[in-house]
């Protein structure tokens, strides 16, 4: 599999957007998450992602030229409007902005409606932790692709969470989830390359499993909640989908993607996102906080393992591992996803990077 240093990879995502009119500092901010995910081995959020932009930049669909502004705020709180932008730089100055006032007041939220999908949800959650405080980031999608428990419609997308805390050591504890058996970027990067889905990813229209990758997107089919069946628990992916549009939308505003007005929006999405920052120094030393995570992600991993091949790890330690790989070999990309991105490139008279 081709692949290409941090640096290249993470300029040819930015030179993309910027082609497309965005502004420099907005694509420098915007290729700075999903570098951040291709780095860490979320490839579901990043250069992948570049290729359905592009589908909903042809289409009208997000406001390359995307003006965000505050619609209100407190010394709590502050509501964004995302201009019908991709949702990166909007929401790195939503969590900056959280991460400020909960510097002065011991905790804060941001909202934002009005917006495009963001990347990846724990690239925003770190930043909290990075401060020292603790991060919870929800966000909307566009895409209905799963139906309720014991339902055959779809009403909700894959509408992740992303929970971060600081530890002693360098990197935190991140979990990064999709409300979902796995999130759609992983699904679309099946399709990129030809593969078929696992079993209990998807189903039919009539409840059976798929392993079509494109089921969901254009058969009628459905991603499966958390759980995969309601014998497997699916309602707890089904309520935690829920909270995330309870939180995300209806506290932000944003169209709920449940209504029929879902999609007519000027740019046909409405996306929202929810930024969530605590101190831990509102309850205790925070040395002392960060001391007692530290020991319990410890223990964890010290849990005797049924294969010794196979250690316990926490959250965040897959990702850790991948980035600290990538930046000395160069973040892999399939070929057929490079052969999508390196067309959207031509198209637009960009220099290629990737080799």
């Given at each position: 599999?081709?692949?290409?240093?941090?640096?290249?990879?993470?300029?040819?995502?930015?030179?993309?957007?910027?082609?497309?009119?965005?502004?420099?500092?907005?694509?420098?901010?915007?290729?700075?998450?999903?570098a951040w995910a291709d780095l860490h081995g979320i490839d579901s959020h990043g250069l992948s992602c570049l290729a359905?932009?592009?589908?909903?930049?042809?289409?009208?669909?997000?406001?390359?030229?995307?003006?965000?502004?505050?619609?209100?705020?407190?010394?709590?709180?502050?509501?964004?409007?995302?201009?019908?932008?991709?949702?990166?730089?909007?929401?790195?100055?939503?969590?900056?902005?959280?991460?400020?006032?909960?510097?002065?007041?011991?905790?804060?939220?941001?909202s934002v409606r009005n917006s495009v999908h963001f990347g990846a949800c724990g690239f925003y959650a770190k930043m909290a932790a990075d401060q020292g405080f603790l991060g919870i980031v929800t966000t909307t999608t566009s895409n209905k692709q799963v139906a309720p428990t014991r339902g055959k419609q779809a009403q909700f997308g894959t509408d992740p969470i992303a929970f971060c805390a600081p530890c002693?050591?360098?990197?935190p504890f991140l979990l990064d989830m999709a409300t979902t058996t796995a999130a759609s970027g992983?699904?679309?990067?099946?399709?990129?390359?030809?593969?078929?889905?696992?079993?209990?990813?998807?189903?039919?229209?009539?409840?059976?499993?798929?392993?079509?990758?494109?089921?969901?997107?254009?058969?009628?089919?459905?991603?499966?909640?958390?759980?995969?069946?309601?014998?497997?628990?699916?309602?707890?992916?089904?309520?935690?989908?829920?909270?995330?549009?309870?939180?995300?939308?209806?506290?932000?505003?944003?169209?709920?993607?449940?209504?029929?007005?879902?999609?007519?929006?000027?740019?046909?999405?409405?996306i929202g996102h929810f930024f969530m920052v605590i101190d831990p120094g509102l309850f205790r030393d925070p040395v002392e906080f960060r001391t007692d995570v530290s020991s319990l992600c410890n223990t964890l991993r010290e849990t005797t393992p049924i294969d010794p091949k196979r250690p316990v790890l926490v959250a965040g330690d897959p990702e850790w591992k991948a980035a600290e790989q990538r930046l000395a070999d160069g973040i892999p990309v399939g070929e057929g996803l490079l052969a999508k991105v390196r067309k959207i490139a031509e198209e637009n008279n960009v220099p290629w990077l990737l080799g």
């Amino acid at each position: 599999m081709p692949a290409a240093p941090y640096a290249a990879h993470r300029k040819q995502i930015a030179t993309i957007l910027m082609s497309l009119g965005m502004n420099q500092d907005f694509a420098d901010q915007t290729a700075e998450v999903l570098a951040w995910a291709d780095l860490h081995g979320i490839d579901s959020h990043g250069l992948s992602c570049l290729a359905v932009y592009y589908d909903r930049w042809k289409k009208g669909r997000v406001n390359m030229d995307a003006k965000p502004w505050v619609v209100q705020e407190s010394p709590v709180s502050t509501l964004f409007n995302g201009d019908g932008g991709l949702g990166h730089p909007v929401s790195i100055r939503a969590m900056r902005v959280a991460i400020e006032k909960a510097q002065k007041t011991g905790m804060a939220i941001s909202s934002v409606r009005n917006s495009v999908h963001f990347g990846a949800c724990g690239f925003y959650a770190k930043m909290a932790a990075d401060q020292g405080f603790l991060g919870i980031v929800t966000t909307t999608t566009s895409n209905k692709q799963v139906a309720p428990t014991r339902g055959k419609q779809a009403q909700f997308g894959t509408d992740p969470i992303a929970f971060c805390a600081p530890c002693l050591e360098k990197q935190p504890f991140l979990l990064d989830m999709a409300t979902t058996t796995a999130a759609s970027g992983k699904i679309r990067n099946k399709h990129h390359e030809g593969l078929k889905l696992p079993q209990g990813w998807a189903t039919t229209k009539d409840g059976e499993p798929s392993d079509d990758p494109l089921v969901a997107a254009e058969k009628g089919g459905f991603l499966t909640s958390l759980g995969g069946t309601e014998e497997g628990s699916s309602y707890k992916g089904y309520g935690l989908a829920a909270m995330v549009n309870i939180l995300s939308a209806c506290l932000s505003g944003s169209t709920l993607i449940t209504s029929p007005m879902h999609m007519k929006q000027p740019f046909g999405q409405d996306i929202g996102h929810f930024f969530m920052v605590i101190d831990p120094g509102l309850f205790r030393d925070p040395v002392e906080f960060r001391t007692d995570v530290s020991s319990l992600c410890n223990t964890l991993r010290e849990t005797t393992p049924i294969d010794p091949k196979r250690p316990v790890l926490v959250a965040g330690d897959p990702e850790w591992k991948a980035a600290e790989q990538r930046l000395a070999d160069g973040i892999p990309v399939g070929e057929g996803l490079l052969a999508k991105v390196r067309k959207i490139a031509e198209e637009n008279n960009v220099p290629w990077l990737l080799g």
